[in-house]
Nanobody, 121 residues
Framework: QVQLVESGGGLVQPGGSLRLSCAAS????????MGWYRQAPGKQRELVAT???????NYADSVKGRFTISRDNAKNTVYLQMNSLKPEDTAVYYC???????????????WGQGTQVTVSS
């Protein structure tokens, strides 16, 4: 199996910063895209940012210029640096990875358990 373990959430004041980490472990041959999604109370889960193996990234318009996604492929880890945080960034943040467990197997989608980010004064 594959496990994604997130860390780094917490309570921060508006304008502050947090860094989320997500490490993938288990039966992994390769990982395609890794990314972050979030879900606020009463809302649907939404894309925050994704990073492909080759380095290309994609961001939601609401976080462009404030959040930065990065990967350490050797450690199967993805990070999300969040700066200039706003109250509307409050949500549970989920890590996602597109994992190939064997050379010729199709990739499967895996999710972390989520980490709470609260932006409040």
């Amino acid at each position: 199996q594959v496990q994604l373990v997130e860390s780094g959430g917490g309570l921060v004041q508006p304008g502050g910063s947090l860094r989320l980490s997500c490490a993938a472990s288990g039966s992994i041959f390769s990982i395609n895209a890794m990314g972050w999604y979030r879900q606020a109370p009463g809302k649907q889960r939404e894309l925050v940012a994704t990073a492909a193996t080759g380095g290309s990234t994609n961001y939601a318009d609401s976080v462009k210029g404030r959040f930065t996604i990065s990967r350490d492929n050797a450690k199967n880890t993805v990070y999300l640096q969040m700066n200039s945080l706003k109250p509307e960034d409050t949500a549970v943040y989920y890590c996602n990875a597109d994992v190939r467990r064997r050379r010729w197997a199709p990739p499967d989608d895996y999710w972390g358990q989520g980490t709470q980010v609260t932006v409040s004064s």
